[in-house]
């Protein structure tokens, strides 16, 4: 089975800090993706990685940046968090084929006082 | 850009099916998929259709695709009370490299 690993399940942050989500995914995906989802707005997608130090935009990326230094590891990086930031992030992964669904990780619930 | 809707909430009895609904705008669409998500959790792939296909069935769940109106469907069939979750209609184009494209998510209550 695909594991998605998120590193932390509840975060609390202080406005302003720099805040690092880690995710890892076992199964040699080539894609990775890092959403957020609100009450009433669904997912929406931050970044996506199609590969190793590629990334592409989503449809919110602003206050958010990525790292994909790995091939198992995508990490989302909120460079000075602010409260409306507060949100649960899901990671996913995927084989980079137009048939194959997406793999979630469990979320992380973030808080920014 | 590239839309998928779904109903935000649905309420139905202990032993009642469950019909839930979509409808997308991409037609170049090319796989369908259901996704739930019990609380706290992430989400959980339940199954996906083939835009070439117009039913799957996969034990107490039924998928129905009409590919004209892009309309997909997602029947529970004597639905329990740990069916009680949020369910997700997402459409994926056949390219790799690819994000897919969500709904808001069907919220499912069950009472007993």
């Known amino acids: 089975d695909v594991k998605v690993t998120q590193s932390s399940r509840y975060l609390v942050k202080r406005t302003g800090e720099k805040v690092f989500l880690e995710c890892v995914q076992d199964?040699?995906?080539?894609?990775m993706f890092w959403y957020r989802q609100d009450p009433g707005l669904g997912l929406r997608l931050i970044y996506f990685s199609y590969d190793v130090k590629m990334k592409e935009k989503g449809d919110i990326p602003e206050g958010y940046s990525v790292s994909r230094e790995k091939k198992e590891r995508f990490s989302l990086i909120l460079e000075s968090a602010s409260t409306n930031q507060t949100s649960m992030y899901l990671c996913a992964s995927r084989i980079d084929r137009g048939d194959s669904p997406l793999h979630f990780g469990n979320g992380t619930r973030l808080t920014v006082t | 850009g590239e839309d998928v809707e779904q109903s935000l909430f649905l309420s139905v009895r202990e032993g009642d099916s469950s019909v839930i609904n979509c409808t997308y705008t991409?037609?170049?669409?090319?796989?369908l998929y259901w996704y739930k998500q019990e609380p706290g959790a992430g989400l959980q792939l339940l199954t996906y259709?083939?835009?070439?296909?117009d039913m799957k069935q996969d034990q107490r769940l039924t998928v129905l695709l009409n590919k004209k109106d892009k309309h997909l469907s997602l029947r529970i069939a004597d639905t329990q009370t740990g069916d009680s979750a949020i369910y997700f209609c997402a459409s994926s184009a056949n390219q790799a490299g690819t994000a897919l494209i969500f709904g808001k998510g069907t919220t499912l209550s069950v009472s007993s």
């Open positions: 259709i083939f835009s070439n296909m």
């Open positions: 991409d037609s170049s669409s090319t796989y």
């Open positions: 199964m040699d995906h080539e894609n």
